[in-house]
């Protein structure tokens, strides 16, 4: 796997602007159902109406403004629900499913209470979208510092992403330009978890969050 240069978009300084585009990011990172689908065309005038201009944003929408319902519901599911390098559950890339991954899972569940929000029920706290609101609203040091955590993982999604020729990729062009560049380091690390995948632990241990490759498909 050959990895991404940095996205040529521009860096958002403002922590106000900041918040605008992550809101957007968790709104088009999730799953197309009937509310979102509504909303295309108000979302499609917030992008444009950024105070930092984001052509990434600006094409996905031309995409996500002419499909039909149903084949985006189709592409979201084969695109994050079926593959493994392509899920938007951060702390599988980072913990695969260990006892770690569910220790993780409750350090971040813990740090949305502590800043006074609370999870939604029936989404894991490690779900991108609800990583991506958590950052609008908490402000750019502690709201942001699960993304920063997970770089890694939103690197591999994005490279995983572009592999497949998906216009979702448009969006983690987005959101990574936001956030540090990866060190040559981190790079390598990437690359050994695409090769190797996420660890592994056999015995005493089900799985957190949907298994993604027997996915249920949603409505």
Same mark, same amino acid.
């Given at each position: 796997?050959?990895?991404?240069?940095r996205?040529?978009?521009? +860096?958002?300084?403002? @922590?106000?602007?900041?918040?605008?585009?992550?809101?957007?990011?968790?709104?088009?990172?999730? +799953?197309?159902?009937?509310?979102? !689908?509504?909303?295309?065309?108000?979302?499609?005038?917030?992008?444009? /109406?950024?105070?930092?201009?984001?052509?990434?944003?600006?094409?996905?929408?031309?995409?996500?403004? =002419?499909?039909? #319902?149903?084949?985006?519901?189709? =592409?979201?599911?084969?695109?994050? =629900?079926?593959?493994r390098?392509?899920?938007?559950?951060?702390?599988?890339?980072?913990?695969? %499913?260990?006892?770690?991954?569910g220790?993780?899972?409750?350090? !971040?569940?813990?740090?949305?209470?502590?800043?006074?929000?609370? @999870? #939604? *029920?029936?989404?894991?706290?490690?779900?991108?979208?609800?990583?991506?609101?958590?950052?609008?609203? &908490?402000?750019?040091?502690?709201?942001?510092?699960?993304?920063?955590?997970?770089?890694?993982?939103? *690197? !591999?999604?994005?490279?995983?992403?572009? %592999?497949?020729g998906? @216009?979702? /990729?448009?969006v983690?062009?987005?959101?990574?330009?936001?956030?540090?560049?990866?060190?040559? &380091?981190?790079?390598?690390?990437? /690359? %050994?978890?695409?090769?190797?995948?996420?660890?592994?632990?056999?015995?005493?241990?089900?799985? +957190?969050? #949907?298994?993604?490759?027997e996915?249920?498909?949603?409505?």
């Amino acid at each position: 796997m050959r990895l991404l240069s940095r996205p040529d978009t521009t +860096y958002v300084e403002r @922590p106000e602007d900041r918040a605008a585009l992550l809101r957007l990011v968790s709104l088009l990172l999730q +799953y197309p159902d009937a509310g979102l !689908l509504a909303a295309r065309a108000e979302l499609g005038r917030a992008v444009a /109406a950024l105070p930092v201009p984001q052509p990434a944003l600006e094409e996905f929408m031309r995409w996500f403004g =002419d499909r039909d #319902p149903m084949s985006l519901a189709r =592409d979201y599911v084969r695109t994050f =629900d079926l593959r493994r390098r392509s899920s938007l559950y951060l702390t599988y890339y980072l913990h695969g %499913d260990t006892r770690r991954r569910g220790m993780a899972l409750l350090t !971040l569940k813990q740090r949305y209470r502590v800043a006074g929000l609370t @999870p #939604p *029920e029936g989404e894991l706290p490690d779900f991108l979208p609800v990583v991506c609101e958590f950052a609008a609203l &908490a402000g750019p040091s502690a709201g942001e510092a699960p993304l920063r955590q997970h770089r890694k993982g939103l *690197e !591999l999604i994005r490279t995983a992403l572009r %592999d497949a020729g998906s @216009p979702y /990729a448009l969006v983690l062009d987005v959101l990574c330009a936001a956030l540090p560049d990866l060190s040559e &380091a981190e790079r390598l690390a990437v /690359a %050994d978890l695409a090769l190797a995948g996420p660890p592994a632990e056999e015995v005493g241990l089900a799985p +957190y969050g #949907p298994p993604l490759n027997e996915m249920e498909v949603r409505p």
